[in-house]
């Protein structure tokens, strides 16, 4: 379950959390009765309902990137988000955008090649840019290299550039924020942990050998 409390419904916001609530639950108690309609238990939402003011935040900038007003194609701004869930290690961001990416018309073959796609042909050099650029901004934190750079800069204008950058980091950093809280997918142990060795097992000689 979730590090923070949920809010039930009786206690939501009126003005900001409830009709969020009631467009993604109905009327139901997400904290009662969880669940959405892509599957997910919904407790992003519970969660982020203790500070109205960060969920309507956020809430605008799911708004900001579905927006046909922006300029960068829509599969390559999931291409950006997907990436940024896979390399920060939410399963929930990775899965969720697995699914924007099919709905926008992405192919199962490509989309089951994220993982990989360094070594996969499915790409076109457009989406390999924005899959470097993005991994280049989640991985090494901003280190972009200039080569790099300056081919983005062939293949897309400033604002589109702008808008991904945006974006994916937007979506790294939900990533991180659903692995810290465990929210949704990303309410999983920690699985890099010291395995026991045999009763009979020597520190000590170990350590020496």
């Known amino acids: 379950m979730p590090r923070l409390r949920e809010v039930p419904r009786a206690e939501a916001d009126a003005e900001v959390t409830l009709p969020l609530y009631n467009f993604l639950f109905g009327e139901r108690d997400p904290v009662a009765e969880p669940g959405t309609s892509t599957g997910t238990p919904g407790d992003w939402w519970t969660v ?3 500070s109205p003011a960060t969920l309507k935040h956020a809430a605008q900038g799911f708004a900001y990137y579905r927006s046909p007003e922006r300029k960068i194609d829509p599969v390559l701004r999931e291409l950006g988000q997907a990436w940024a869930g896979w ?3 939410s399963q929930f961001v990775f899965s969720q955008h697995c699914k924007s990416l099919r709905g926008l018309g992405a192919s199962e073959d490509k989309i089951a090649a994220l993982p990989h796609w360094q070594a996969s042909e499915l790409f076109d050099a457009r989406e390999r840019l924005v899959l470097a650029y993005a991994d ?16 983005l800069r062939e293949a897309f204008t400033d604002e589109e550039i702008l808008e991904l950058t945006y974006i ?13 809280l465990r929210t949704e997918y990303d309410d999983r142990d920690e699985p890099i942990t010291e395995v026991d060795a045999p009763e009979d097992f020597s520190p000590q000689a170990f350590a020496n050998s």
Do not use: D, K
């Open 87 to 89: 390399a920060c290690g």
């Open 48 to 50: 982020f309902a203790n």
């Open 136 to 151: 280049r901004l989640v991985m090494h934190h901003g280190r972009v290299p200039e080569v790099l750079f300056a081919q």
């Open 168 to 180: 994916t980091c937007l979506y790294f950093m939900h990533g991180v924020m659903s692995r810290a």
